[in-house]
């Protein structure tokens, strides 16, 4: 059917025709791939066009538009969830890659950002004068803005927090095209604070599962950053064994084993207790398994994951501890001597790891897990330390009935990685299949969301409309917001309601 | 090699966008952490290893055309194998040959390749060379001081800019083996190594050319094949085994470009420096002599579940590329003060002259070239140096355009300076 | 529909009040607000009891304006439509203390001295603002996002999950909160604030009460240092202490960190008053940095050894030599003042903001720490504008999320019994507050007239949040004339 040629004509004036496409092949490659493909796309269709704004105004003009004419639209940038696949006839891909510039306050520790920015590049930024940004588990090519929108989590969140906690002021354009701004946005030029005034309406841009650009497109967020040490790290290697080293008077990795996966946790809120490490990470073996495998191939792995079968000790905990004096050297010392002990105390073994960063400073390997699984998808959940063990025990239980065809992770319950020192955590099961598997990752899925709205877990919520008539009927509420917010529906239709 | 082939790598993106940035570890500056030049221009995921392995798809699966954005993404790429690379940091996908089958297929439906690449098509088939010069003409760049014998087990492989265009780079080089007592022999039969017809779909002319030059060298008798173009290193080592179905280690050649052969000599004690050469230079990887360099291995087999070959397949990741020797080189020169660019080695933005886009999308290619002498400048580097005379071509144009202040050498240049 | 009986049908004859002594205590509070006299106030003693009465409100339109503390400050529980006062304070239990997760959930009407002797009893200690009132709630503190004085932790409140009445009646829980068998028959423990769907705990936050009552939150606490080491470090000039905060802040130093200027500490420190008072005036520095180091929950001495030897550096750096534990003349008050600092105002006690001239009215904002100079030039010139004495304002910076921001907090000090006095106060406070917002204070809390001025201007952020109210508070009965609605 195709967007009426008065929309289009109108989106030409607005960013020029270099910047605007209805051409076939530019509209199919806007609208594949993504985390969760298969699974979270389903129904999706190819958008009519592709639009790439520069600025908060045209992006506003934009929204107009596809008002006026009753075109859904659905802001990306990086597109590196599946979430963005449009699914309504005539869509307007906006995608904001354009967007790209950014602005750091040096001395109050924040960063501006547009959509076009990935975290790389403002880490980059950040590490010439000491300070650091937080990098997604899901890697530094993701757009800053939009992962600290949608979860904004990885192991640095020990000490960071998780995505909630991040956020500044910003600008954001309405559904409707009107511009908001919050935070101290809101009647300053400046974006260095994020509440009010008054209510917070930061509590719309993200949530749990959240709006996923079914409230709108923020254009311009405030984030910030920390303080990190006044050392640089060296980059080395060539792709694909390139790492950082580490200054190793101030840097330090540590694997502990813990003879049970009940003592690993007591350990964590005892370093939680204790408030140190920069990194404190419960590790799945898997992953082990998939970063030696990183540059040999699946096949590598899977003979190694095979022979683990009757090898590995699925009783066993094991923790990844980054220790950082980022006061000084002598801070680090401490908080060896403190690790120690606590390792001790709760029966573990600790071991210095290799003075080397691969992945969580800048980078992040996730995407290795597609590798051997071409659809890797994770059952996500946030909450306490303990819940998460609960949980996945129980995800992992539900998992047996789909594996085979479902890789087998040996009844193991994922990963557990905790944030603000272990008062509260995340917890991921981790579900390796082939693109055949999809309906089975789907069915583990739903499974999944039964059994916990039978025991009280709280995953990250992506069907309000499974989850609500158990949760106060927040989908219903959801409704309110979308129809008063997007009353005419085209902000990534029907987010932040449940897809199809 | 034909475009189902790669069906399971076009399908495997997920579209993380790696593709598009150079390896974050790498990354120093906001500036320069990019590594796509069609993404970094026209920023449509189209215009990117992501967009072209779901176009691809959508051809194989009858649900696409080659529209006009499609071939513009298609034929802007410059096959720099950036994405390829970054792709398999984490991944087991063939990204690159996705896109040089894609091409391929373009040219077969009879969609491709541009005007400017028939042109070359036929200029070769006619003379042997892309310019079309005459061919009797290969060889008159030669100098009365080189001296190149006949049958011995090298053979200089100059190349059409070299022996066409930009007879310095050719001339340095044999001076630069006569000097260190060298023996190497010069070909008349030398034909165009076809790089410019792979490298835009052309299959079928290029087999042509793998076909005469082979012969040529079993006639001449040569193991080696001396190069100074990046652009016939990695066609010779790795496009011509792969057109014949066979890998890099089953052919009765080798293929070293003149950097890996004189690094050595210097290690040796056999080639030493006596000219000062005070330049702070910085050094631009060209792409197919570093992160495409590694040996083709020829894979056939099946796609199992869960990512499994059978047989297992050797992938190429970029790790064995030719990054140290160009630089222990320069570093050897004395006066001269080396610089590195933030995006060097394996995160070496494309220069431009890649897959014949300089002929058919000139503006953009001197873009991308513009772009590196950015780059080049920002390390306070007086001069660039490269390896490939194509490189060498486009960055000189860019810099005359730009009315840069940067020069523009080929490596051999400055090593016969540093020599004689 | 007769609402007093239908209150009292609702809570029981005894905890509905309607006599003008008792309404008349709800009817003002210690702020420079105009009085305005509810209907009824109402003593809920749970949460169905709360939403009843949300519902009754809704049935009859009769505003109702939440409070869970026994003391205001800030003009926010005045109902100034009148209607039904909701005191929450017979709501009082601490209901649990998670010590693994270090979470405690508490009822609206817990206050701080109570939870605090709760805590202790298991080494915890909740993040406290500067000396609550021993009558204020913890919770109220937490919802109006008032600031701890620990800038350490990379986020600015402790809030977890709540439950809460909406407007309409509907009881309703944030977070993990929401899940079956929460709170204490599911799996999940209460501890994630998010969702579900959206980020309900953020409307909540300093809404004064127009977006919903919440009955009980779930809070982060923390382990309370047993070993510390206090620091007051002098300063002339304001000028010189941002640079100081600045640079200890990012070197992630120790727990407490605030700013206090001569008058505020020696009303804080004063024994004996208004001797002692007088005297610490003139004897202490113009400016005091408040900075304790504390041992960590394992090897607390190492750990204060290594942030004095790096405090020690940055006070080299700053060529700041004087670097003593103790102020003169007070040698107890290294040990006492981090134990001091972690509790509530002591009940026995006249409130430290009380002293002098019986009450106070604070103006505060937030900045970032470069500008806090200028902005307290410009306080003092406007208050020599109005004759008030510029020694007599209190200062308090308090540095937030290592010194990213800081909460600005100046204060002042009036008879409340002097009319004439008032009203100075109140032109007074509101000739600052223009001048303030002209130099770009951010009023993150603007209460009282405030809300006007700062709504004014954030013109689009008020059109938003009048939607979201229009929504959850289609009667428009939960705190009416507050904030822009």
Not at chain 1, 80 to 103: E, H, I, Q, Y
Not at chain 2, 205 to 217: D, L, P, T, Y
């Amino acid at each position: 059917m195709g967007i009426p040629r008065e929309a289009y004509d109108a989106f030409q004036s607005i960013v020029g025709s270099e910047w605007v496409s209805d051409d076939p092949a530019i509209c199919a490659a806007d609208y594949k791939g993504g985390a969760a493909t298969g699974i979270r796309d389903k129904g999706s269709v190819r958008p009519a066009c592709s639009i790439q704004p520069k600025s908060s105004e045209e992006v506003r003009r934009i929204v107009k538009v596809c008002n006026r004419f009753s075109l859904p639209y659905v802001p990306t940038s990086t597109y590196f969830s599946a979430t963005c696949a449009p699914n309504r006839d005539n869509t307007v891909m906006m995608d904001l890659k354009r967007m790209d510039k950014f602005d750091i306050d040096y001395k109050n520790m924040y960063a501006v950002v547009e959509p076009g920015v990935s975290f790389s590049m403002l880490q980059a930024e950040l590490f010439k004068r000491d300070l650091f940004t937080f990098v997604p588990g899901c890697g530094s090519q993701a757009s800053v803005l939009a992962n600290n929108l949608h979860i904004g989590d990885a192991p640095m969140g020990w000490r960071v927090g998780l995505g909630y906690r991040r956020l500044l002021a910003c600008e954001w354009v309405l559904p409707d095209g009107e511009l908001l701004k919050l935070g101290s946005r809101s009647y300053l030029k400046d974006y260095f604070w994020g509440e009010g005034p008054g209510p917070d309406l930061r509590g719309l841009l993200r949530g749990n599962g959240g709006p996923n650009g079914g409230l709108g497109t923020v254009t311009k967020l405030a984030v910030k950053v920390f303080s990190f040490i006044p050392k640089q790290l060296e980059p080395q290697g060539i792709q694909p064994k390139t790492t950082f080293k580490l200054p190793e008077e101030r840097m330090r990795w540590y694997n502990a084993r813990f003879p049970s996966l009940e003592q690993t946790l007591d350990a964590i809120y005892e370093l939680g207790r204790c408030e140190i490490g920069f990194i404190v990470m419960h590790v799945d073996p898997i992953f082990g398994y998939i970063a030696r495998s990183r540059g040999k191939g699946a096949n590598f792995f899977w003979q190694e994951w095979d022979k683990a079968k009757e090898t590995l000790d699925r009783k066993q905990g094991w923790l990844r501890v980054l220790l950082t004096g980022f006061t000084s050297e002598k801070q680090l010392v401490y908080e060896e001597n403190v690790l120690r002990d606590v390792v001790t105390d709760y029966g573990g073994e600790l071991r210095p790891a290799r003075p080397l960063d691969e992945t969580h400073l800048q980078s992040a390997d996730a995407i290795a897990a597609n590798a051997i699984g071409r659809r890797f998808y994770s059952i996500i959940y946030f909450e306490s330390v303990d819940a998460g063990l609960a949980v996945g025990r129980a995800d992992a239980k539900i998992k047996e009935r789909y594996t085979p065809p479902l890789a087998d992770t040996y009844g193991l319950p994922g990963w557990i990685v905790p944030y603000d020192f272990a008062h509260v955590a995340k917890q991921e099961l981790l579900n390796y299949g082939d693109v055949d598997d999809v309906e089975y990752l789907s069915e583990l899925h739903n499974e999944c969301r039964k059994n916990d709205i039978k025991i009280g877990a709280y995953p990250y919520m992506e069907d309000p409309d499974l989850f609500g008539p158990f949760c106060f009927n927040y989908h219903q509420k959801l409704r309110g917001f979308k129809a008063i917010f997007d009353p005419n529906n085209v902000s990534n239709p029907p987010k932040p309601l449940t897809r199809n | 090699m034909k475009l189902e082939d790669y069906i399971h790598d076009a399908k495997g993106c997920v579209r993380c966008s790696n593709c598009k940035f150079i390896d974050h570890i790498w990354v120093q500056s906001a500036r320069f952490a990019r590594q796509c030049p069609i993404n970094m221009k026209y920023k449509f995921n189209l215009y990117s290893a992501s967009g072209l392995l779901h176009s691809a798809v959508g051809i194989m699966e009858n649900e696409l055309e080659f529209t006009p954005r499609l071939l513009d993404a298609l034929y802007k790429c410059t096959l720099c194998g950036a994405c390829d690379i970054r792709c398999k940091r984490n991944l087991d996908l063939e990204v690159l040959s996705v896109i040089e089958t894609l091409k391929a297929r373009c040219v077969e439906v009879g969609k491709g390749p541009m005007l400017e690449h028939k042109v070359v098509k036929e200029n070769i088939e006619t003379y042997n060379n892309q310019y079309g010069f005459p061919h009797m003409n290969r060889l008159s760049w030669l100098t009365s001081d080189v001296r190149s014998v006949s049958k011995v087990d090298m053979l200089y492989f100059v190349g059409c800019t070299g022996s066409y265009i930009d007879n310095d780079i050719a001339q340095a080089a044999s001076k630069i083996l006569t000097h260190t007592n060298t023996e190497f022999m010069v070909s008349p039969d030398e034909w165009c190594c076809g790089y410019l017809l792979y490298s835009t779909g052309q299959l079928e002319a290029f087999k042509r050319q793998v076909e005469h030059n082979i012969r040529m060298v079993k006639e001449l008798g040569v193991s080696s094949i001396l190069v100074t173009c990046a652009q016939c290193y990695k066609t010779w080592k790795v496009d011509y085994p792969k057109v014949l179905g066979k890998s890099t280690d089953d052919m009765n050649f080798k293929v070293v470009h003149i950097v890996e052969y004189l690094a050595e000599l210097i290690k040796e004690g056999k080639l030493s420096f006596k000219n000062r050469i005070d330049m702070k230079v910085t050094y631009h990887d060209p792409c197919n002599l570093a992160r495409l360099a590694e040996p083709w291995f020829q894979w056939q087999g099946e796609h199992r579940r869960m990512g499994v070959l059978e047989p297992p397949k050797t992938f190429r990741r970029g790790d064995g590329g030719v990054y140290q020797q160009p630089r222990y080189i320069l570093t050897s020169i004395p006066g001269i003060e080396f610089r590195e660019m933030e995006r060097a080695r394996d995160n070496a933005l494309c220069c431009g002259g890649g897959a014949g886009v300089s002929l058919s999308f000139s503006d953009f290619a001197l873009w991308i070239a513009s772009e590196r002498l950015e780059e080049a400048k920002a390390t306070g580097a007086e001069a660039i140096v490269t390896a490939c005379p194509t490189g060498k071509r486009i960055l000189s144009e860019a810099a005359r355009q730009g009315k840069g202040n940067i020069k523009v050498y080929d490596i051999n240049e400055l090593i016969l300076k540093a020599i004689l | 529909m007769n609402v007093r009986d239908e209150l009292v049908g609702i809570v029981g004859p005894e905890w509905v009040f309607d006599h003008p002594e008792k309404l008349r205590a709800y009817a003002e509070d210690y702020s420079i607000s105009s009085l305005s006299m509810p209907s009824y106030v109402a003593q809920p003693q749970n949460s169905e009891e709360v939403r009843d009465i949300v519902q009754l409100a809704n049935l009859s339109r009769v505003p109702v304006v939440p409070c869970s503390s026994g003391i205001h400050f800030n003009g926010d529980t005045i109902p100034i439509e009148g209607g039904i006062v909701l005191d929450l304070r017979r709501m009082n239990r601490i209901l649990n203390i998670d010590e693994r997760n270090r979470a405690a959930r508490i009822e609206a009407g817990v206050t701080w001295p109570q939870l605090q002797h709760e805590l202790e009893r298991h080494n915890l200690m909740a993040l406290n603002p500067l000396f609550p009132h021993p009558l204020k709630s913890v919770l109220t503190s937490h919802l109006e996002r008032e600031p701890m004085l620990i800038p350490k932790f990379e986020y600015a409140d402790a809030l977890l999950t709540m439950e809460v009445i909406l407007p309409n009646g509907e009881l309703f829980r944030t977070g993990s909160a929401c899940v079956q068998g929460a709170p204490d028959k599911s799996v999940s423990d209460g501890v994630h604030p998010e969702g579900p769907g959206l980020g309900w705990w953020r409307l909540l936050q300093g809404a004064q009460g127009t977006m919903g009552v919440v009955t009980w939150a779930n809070i982060k606490v923390e382990m309370k240092p047993g070993v510390n080491k206090t620091f007051l470090i002098p300063f002339e000039a304001i000028t010189d202490t941002a640079d100081f905060i600045y640079k200890v802040q990012r070197r992630m130093l120790g727990e407490e960190c605030l700013l206090l200027n001569n008058f505020n500490l020696a009303s804080i420190l004063a024994e004996n008053w208004p001797e002692d008072f007088e005297a610490l005036r003139q004897t202490l520095p113009p400016w005091t940095v408040i900075l304790v180091l504390a041992g960590g929950w394992r090897r607390p001495e190492e750990k204060i050894e290594y942030e004095e030897e790096a405090l020690r550096e940055i006070a080299l750096d700053l060529h700041i030599t004087n670097l003593p534990p103790l102020l003169p003349g007070m040698p107890e008050l290294e040990k006492e003042l981090p134990e001091i600092l972690r509790w509530a105002w002591p009940a026995e006690k006249t409130f430290w903001k009380f002293r002098f001239k019986g009450s106070c009215q604070d103006l505060f904002f937030y900045t970032v720490l470069e500008k806090i100079s200028a902005f307290t030039e410009a306080i003092k010139q406007t208050a020599l504008k109005f004759a008030y004495p510029i020694q007599d304002i209190g200062f308090y910076i308090q540095p937030v999320e290592r010194a990213r921001a800081c909460h600005y907090e100046c204060s002042f000090y009036y008879n409340p019994e002097n009319e004439e006095e008032v009203q100075k106060i109140r032109e007074l406070f509101y000739e600052v507050a223009e001048t303030l917002i002209s130099m770009e204070a951010f009023f993150t809390r603007p209460y009282q007239g405030l809300a006007d001025m700062v709504y004014d201007r954030a013109a689009s952020y008020a059109i938003a949040l009048k939607k979201v109210k229009r929504w959850l508070d289609p009667n428009n009965i939960m705190s009416p004339g507050r904030l822009c609605f």
